[in-house]
């Protein structure tokens, strides 16, 4: 789908916010993974940052980040840094952030993916306050019909969310793939670490299993409350335009965008990349036309494939519900 709104534009056939260096993102699309790189790659708002920060916590044994800003160098966001900059500037052990679709993705059978789904509903509420918050996009008074009408079309970024969730859910079985969801995360995490941990490097499961105090530390680094301290902080020091000539060319490409505008209103404001981290928080921000919009959605995009879900019911094999 060809899409240019105020938002998002199409570069090679994939749905990127404006503020982006498409020069960065076609290189992106080039990166060639090395043996036991890690990708962590979800559509956005499912979840992408708690997962990179479980990623990060199981390689690091839960060893602390001297500063905040760190983070986004232990993962760095490929889509936005593009090939060269993510792989040079990444601090090892680490892993790529991508929002890229399956058949886009840099793909390896030596690398390792991490896909994790969220309820859509909940995704779609998570995603325009994201766009509010994030000054790129200039959305701060933007109203939630405006968002919602982009996001049933599939005309935000990273397009369609069935478009995305699908082709990852049906590739679950490759051998180098973990699919996990949101839901399953907050109901039970030390179970989704332990899982996580062997998929990424038996050893580190071992490890784990031997010290369960360190497997502790992991879980309480990756609260939502641990989490705000370190990714707000981090993500606001990543926009400041202090080195700018020092910094990597998406990145400032991205400052360089929004200090573009006539007035920047919300430029000095501090940004919050992690908000609330909810199950279900869409009951008090969807109207019930807007329930009813997205439920028909959900079931008709999962209708025929073996993961059709119903209103009120859990999908066995996808995991996330509407009951939330």
């Known amino acids: 789908m060809d899409i240019s709104n105020r938002f998002c534009v199409s570069v090679e056939g994939v749905v990127i916010p404006r ?22 790659a979800t559509y956005p708002k499912c979840g992408t ?56 993705v840099p793909w390896s059978d030596d690398a390792k993916y991490i896909y994790v789904a969220r309820n859509p509903k909940d995704c779609c509420v998570s995603f325009y306050h994201h766009m509010k918050n994030l000054p ?8 939630f019909e405006e968002f919602f009408d982009l996001f049933i079309k599939g005309e935000v970024e990273f397009g369609n969310y069935f478009d995305h969730l699908i082709p990852w859910y049906e590739a679950r079985h ?24 062997e998929f990424i490097d038996k050893r580190e499961a071992e ?21 705000k301290k370190i990714m707000n902080e981090g993500i606001s020091v990543m926009y400041s335009k202090d080195h700018l000539a020092s910094l990597p060319k998406g990145r400032r490409h991205i ?6 505008f006539p007035k920047r209103i919300e430029t000095d404001r501090k940004i919050n990349v992690i908000r609330k981290g909810e199950i279900g928080s869409h009951k008090h921000e969807l109207t019930p036309k807007q329930h009813e919009i997205l439920s028909r959605i959900i079931q008709e995009s999962t209708k025929g494939t073996g993961r059709y879900v119903s209103v009120g019911k859990v999908d066995v094999n996808i995991k996330f519900t509407l009951e939330y």
Not at 22 to 39: H, I, M, Q, T
Not at 217 to 222: E, G, K, Q, T, V
């Open 255 to 260: 400052i360089q965008y929004i200090e573009s």
């Open 49 to 104: 940052t708690w997962m990179q920060n479980l990623v990060l916590n199981i390689m690091r044994r839960g060893r602390n980040f001297e500063k905040p800003s760190d983070f986004h160098f232990a993962s760095p966001f490929l889509d936005m840094l593009g090939a060269e900059d993510s792989e040079k500037i990444m601090i090892r052990p680490g892993c790529y952030k991508t929002h890229l679709p399956l058949h886009k």
């Open 19 to 40: 503020f982006l260096s498409e020069e960065c993102f076609r290189s992106a699309l080039r990166f060639k993974p090395k043996r036991g790189d890690v990708f962590v």
């Open 207 to 227: 490890y784990l299993q031997d010290n369960p105090e360190v497997l502790e530390s992991i879980l309480h680094n990756c609260t939502f409350a641990e989490m």
């Open 136 to 143: 790129g996009y200039q959305f701060s008074d933007g109203p």
């Open 174 to 197: 490759r051998p180098n793939v973990f699919f996990t969801t949101f839901e399953e995360m907050k109901m039970d995490l030390k179970k989704i670490a332990m899982k996580l941990a």
